[in-house]
């Protein structure tokens, strides 16, 4: 039996439309996850939803408990994983409001507890992380934006940076040379801990911002608020596609 596991972002630290039936707080080896997983029904499927940032969106990035939040999905039998996550836009097919699902990711995080494998007592394991997104989950959820009016890029490479503060304009610019097209704060090691755990992991990103430097005024939290608000309707009304039409 496979469930679907969503892990919401920015702008989604509560779900509307999932009706919850229960509430799971996990103890895992590594901690308290940010929050008690939700789990309930979603466009008629069963699914579990954890808010990374908490319920109260109180934990920033750099501080979020990745590895207990992918831990205690896999117990309590999570099989595939999407991520919600909002970011800057930083090319051009990137603005604010745009949805996409990127293929690859770029690490410039620092200081994160970045495997689940690092106890000396135990064999050392490398994973292959080459492809960082699961192709089957990413096929779905293009598949459902295909089928909706939205807007939207396929691919992209994600550049995960350390927060909780935005970027400079200077650092925006070395992203781009280094080529990433969006940029985010939670990507890693998320993706990576799925992937240790051998758990299927896509993105649906939401663009909230042009990047610093990418347009001319100073980005403030009211611009990045307001497209969020709008735009994660449209996220949640993929993911309810997506949900709908899971194998279960």
Same mark, same amino acid.
């Given at each position: 039996?496979?469930?679907?596991?969503?892990?919401?972002?920015?702008?989604?630290?509560?779900?509307?439309?999932?009706?919850?039936?229960?509430?799971?707080?996990?103890?895992?080896?590594?901690?308290?996850?940010?929050?008690?997983?939700?789990?309930?029904?979603?466009?008629?499927?069963?699914?579990?939803?954890?808010?990374?940032?908490?319920?109260?969106?109180?934990?920033?990035?750099?501080?979020?408990?990745?590895?207990?939040?992918?831990?205690?999905?896999?117990?309590?039998?999570?099989?595939?994983?999407?991520?919600?996550?909002?970011?800057?836009?930083?090319?051009?097919?990137?603005?604010?409001?745009?949805?996409?699902?990127?293929?690859?990711?770029?690490?410039?995080?620092?200081?994160?507890?970045?495997?689940?494998?690092?106890?000396?007592?135990?064999?050392?394991?490398?994973?292959?992380?080459?492809?960082?997104?699961?192709?089957?989950?990413?096929?779905?959820?293009?598949?459902?934006?295909?089928?909706?009016?939205?807007?939207?890029?396929?691919?992209?490479?994600? @550049? %995960?940076?350390?927060?909780?503060?935005?970027? =400079?304009? /200077? !650092? +925006?610019?070395?992203?781009?040379? $280094? *080529?990433?097209?969006?940029?985010?704060?939670?990507?890693?090691?998320?993706?990576?801990?799925?992937?240790?755990?051998?758990?299927?992991?896509?993105?649906?990103?939401?663009?909230?911002?042009? @990047? %610093?430097?990418?347009?001319?005024?100073?980005? =403030?939290? /009211? !611009? +990045?608020?307001?497209?969020?608000? $709008? *735009?994660?309707?449209?996220?949640?009304?993929?993911?309810?596609?997506?949900?709908?039409?899971?194998?279960?």
């Amino acid at each position: 039996m496979r469930l679907l596991g969503i892990i919401g972002g920015s702008g989604l630290a509560q779900y509307p439309g999932l009706e919850i039936t229960e509430q799971k707080q996990v103890e895992t080896p590594y901690g308290e996850p940010s929050a008690a997983i939700k789990m309930g029904t979603l466009n008629g499927k069963k699914v579990a939803f954890l808010p990374r940032h908490g319920d109260r969106h109180s934990i920033p990035p750099h501080r979020i408990n990745y590895r207990a939040n992918i831990h205690a999905l896999k117990v309590i039998g999570v099989t595939d994983i999407l991520a919600v996550a909002a970011v800057g836009g930083i090319t051009d097919k990137y603005a604010p409001g745009v949805l996409s699902v990127p293929d690859q990711i770029i690490d410039y995080t620092y200081g994160r507890e970045m495997t689940l494998f690092d106890d000396p007592a135990e064999p050392l394991v490398h994973v292959d992380f080459s492809w960082p997104f699961d192709s089957a989950l990413r096929n779905g959820l293009k598949e459902k934006l295909a089928e909706s009016e939205l807007k939207w890029n396929d691919g992209g490479c994600y @550049a %995960a940076t350390q927060g909780p503060r935005l970027e =400079t304009a /200077a !650092e +925006i610019t070395r992203l781009e040379r $280094d *080529g990433c097209d969006i940029v985010g704060m939670t990507g890693m090691p998320e993706a990576v801990l799925a992937r240790e755990l051998a758990l299927p992991y896509a993105m649906l990103s939401l663009v909230v911002n042009p @990047a %610093a430097g990418k347009s001319s005024h100073e980005i =403030t939290m /009211a !611009e +990045i608020e307001a497209v969020i608000h $709008d *735009g994660m309707a449209n996220v949640c009304r993929v993911l309810a596609d997506f949900a709908g039409s899971y194998t279960a």
